[in-house]
């Protein structure tokens, strides 16, 4: 089974995990730092940030491709998968500015909210769905004759 969301928003999010990476990459060259962040701010902030994507982007990444699998509403899921890779997009240029600021405050609002979301989705879809009939094991040892 082929899962369209799921895939499209995990490619956004494998491009925007090296984006990250590179923004990492490229303070670490500039500052001659090979391992860790060498004493300079930047390079640590860019650091968490990426940390921070690859922390939320994983369990994120599951839930959707659980609850699209469980047949959630496609339309909830894009809108659910669009605000978590813009969240994530805006995250790192929020890390930048001084504490605290909107735009940090607010992507990570948006993260939570809809891994909260997705989370709860996960949860109840199972007790929303029309409850399966159940064969007792007597009706099933009498069918077995």
């Given at each position: 089974m082929i899962l369209p969301i799921?895939?499209?928003i995990a490619g956004a999010a494998a491009l925007l995990n090296i984006w990250l990476s590179?923004?990492?990459?490229?303070?670490?060259?500039?500052?001659?730092v090979s391992i860790g962040d060498?004493?300079?701010e930047g390079v640590q902030t860019r650091?968490?940030?990426?940390?921070?994507?690859?922390?939320?982007?994983p369990i994120f990444l599951?839930?959707?491709a659980l609850v699209e699998l469980a047949k959630g509403s496609a339309l909830w899921l894009w809108l659910a998968g669009i605000l978590?890779?813009?969240?994530?997009?805006?995250?790192p240029f929020g890390m930048e500015r001084p504490a605290p600021n909107a735009l940090r405050m607010g992507s990570v609002a948006v993260t939570w909210l809809v891994l909260l979301a997705l989370g709860a989705y996960?949860?109840?879809?199972?007790?929303?769905?029309r409850a399966p009939s159940r064969i007792t094991y007597?009706?099933?040892?009498a069918s077995a004759g």
């Open positions: 799921t895939l499209t590179l923004r990492v990459s490229h303070l670490r060259r500039l500052h001659k060498g004493g300079h650091m968490r940030a990426h940390a921070n994507f690859a922390e939320a982007t599951i839930l959707l978590f890779v813009l969240a994530r997009l805006a995250h996960a949860i109840a879809i199972p007790y929303l769905e007597a009706e099933l040892v």
